[in-house]
C-alpha cells in the first residue's frame, strides 16, 4: 500500500492510468511471489520499497537506516547487542544488516554469529528473543529489522520479566503506527513513505508522458524516531 499526500488528479477510465503500474512492497518484507507486471510491453513500471536491477525503483536507504540503529544504541552505551534479522534473501533485510554491522564497526565493536537470528519477518521471529536473552554474556539491546518483530520481542521480554528500557533496550525499524502505541513506545527507524510515494508517481508520469529515462534506483533517507525503548546503558558494578 502506498500513502499518498493528496489525491492525484487523475480522470477515472483515463487510458494512461490503466497502462501504467507501481509495484509496492510495502507488507511484513517477507520473500513472497510477486507478480512482475514490466513483462506486459509498454507498461511503464515503478518498483516501490524493492530495488530491482535494470528497472526504475524507489526505496528507503535501508543501509542508512541500519547504520542510522547501530550508532543509537552505540552511542547510548551498549556494546553486546542482538540483532533479530529477516529472512536473508529478502535484500532489505541484508542492506539493513550490512549498515548495522558497518556502523558497530566504526565504534570498535563486533556482532557475534550467534547474536543474529533470522526468519520471516513476523512476530514469531520476535518471540525468539528468548534465544538471545540467554546468551552469556547477555546482550544490552536489540535491533529487530521491522517493528512487527520489534513488537514480538517487546511482548516476549515483558513475559519473561525484563524491564524495557531499564534492562534492555529496543530498536526497531519501519515506524509503523502500533509502535507509538507500545508502553513504552518503540524507539524505530523511520520511513519516509510520502517522499517514496511522491517520487515513485512523479517517476511514473515522466514516462507516461513519454521521457526516455535510464533506469534510476532512488533511495530516500530514514530517520531514527528515538522514544522510550531504548537508554544509556546503566554502567555495571565493578566485580568485588
Given amino acids: 500500500m502506498i500513502t499518498w499526500p493528496e489525491p492525484l488528479s487523475l480522470t477515472p477510465g483515463d487510458e494512461t492510468v490503466s497502462r501504467c503500474a507501481i509495484n509496492s512492497t510495502f507488507r511484513s518484507g517477507r520473500a513472497v511471489p510477486r507478480t512482475e507486471p514490466d513483462?506486459?510491453?509498454?507498461?511503464?513500471?515503478?518498483?516501490?520499497?524493492?530495488?530491482?536491477a535494470g528497472k526504475h525503483s524507489v526505496t528507503s536507504d535501508n543501509r542508512m537506516g541500519g547504520e542510522l540503529a547501530a550508532r543509537h544504541l552505540a552511542e547510548l552505551g551498549h556494546r553486546r547487542i542482538g540483532v533479530l534479522a529477516g529472512e536473508k534473501?529478502?535484500?532489505?533485510?541484508?542492506?539493513?544488516?550490512q549498515g548495522f554491522r558497518h556502523e558497530l564497526d566504526r565504534h570498535g565493536l563486533a556482532l557475534?554469529?550467534?547474536?543474529?537470528?533470522?526468519?520471516?519477518?513476523?512476530?514469531?521471529?520476535?518471540?525468539?528473543?528468548e534465544r538471545l536473552v540467554r546468551l552469556q554474556?547477555?546482550?544490552?539491546?536489540?535491533?529487530?529489522?521491522?517493528?512487527?518483530?520489534?513488537?514480538?520481542?517487546?511482548?516476549?521480554?515483558?513475559?519473561?520479566g525484563f524491564r524495557i528500557p531499564q534492562e534492555i533496550s529496543l530498536?526497531?525499524?519501519?515506524?509503523?503506527?502500533?509502535?507509538?502505541?507500545?508502553?513504552?513506545?518503540?524507539?524505530?527507524?523511520?520511513?519516509?513513505?510520502?517522499?517514496?510515494?511522491?517520487?515513485?508517481?512523479?517517476?511514473?508520469?515522466?514516462?507516461?508522458?513519454?521521457?526516455?529515462?535510464?533506469?534510476?534506483h532512488i533511495l530516500i533517507a530514514p530517520r531514527l524516531v528515538a522514544r522510550g525503548s531504548t537508554a544509556a546503558l546503566e554502567k555495571e558494578e565493578a566485580p568485588s
Avoid at 518503540?186 to 512523479?202: E, F, I, N, P, Y
Fill in 171 to 216: 530498536v526497531g525499524f519501519d515506524d509503523v503506527e502500533m509502535s507509538r502505541l507500545l508502553f513504552p513506545p518503540l524507539t524505530t527507524v523511520s520511513q519516509d513513505k510520502a517522499a517514496m510515494g511522491r517520487q515513485a508517481a512523479s517517476l511514473l508520469l515522466r514516462l507516461l508522458q513519454g521521457e526516455e529515462l535510464p533506469p534510476e
Fill in 137 to 160: 554474556p547477555r546482550p544490552t539491546a536489540v535491533f529487530a529489522t521491522n517493528d512487527i518483530v520489534a513488537i514480538g520481542a517487546w511482548r516476549r521480554l515483558l513475559e519473561l
Fill in 39 to 52: 513483462r506486459q510491453p509498454g507498461v511503464p513500471v515503478v518498483y516501490v520499497d524493492r530495488a530491482v
Fill in 112 to 129: 557475534a554469529d550467534d547474536a543474529v537470528i533470522n526468519g520471516p519477518q513476523a512476530l514469531e521471529l520476535g518471540y525468539e528473543v
Fill in 89 to 97: 534473501a529478502v535484500l532489505n533485510v541484508q542492506q539493513r544488516l
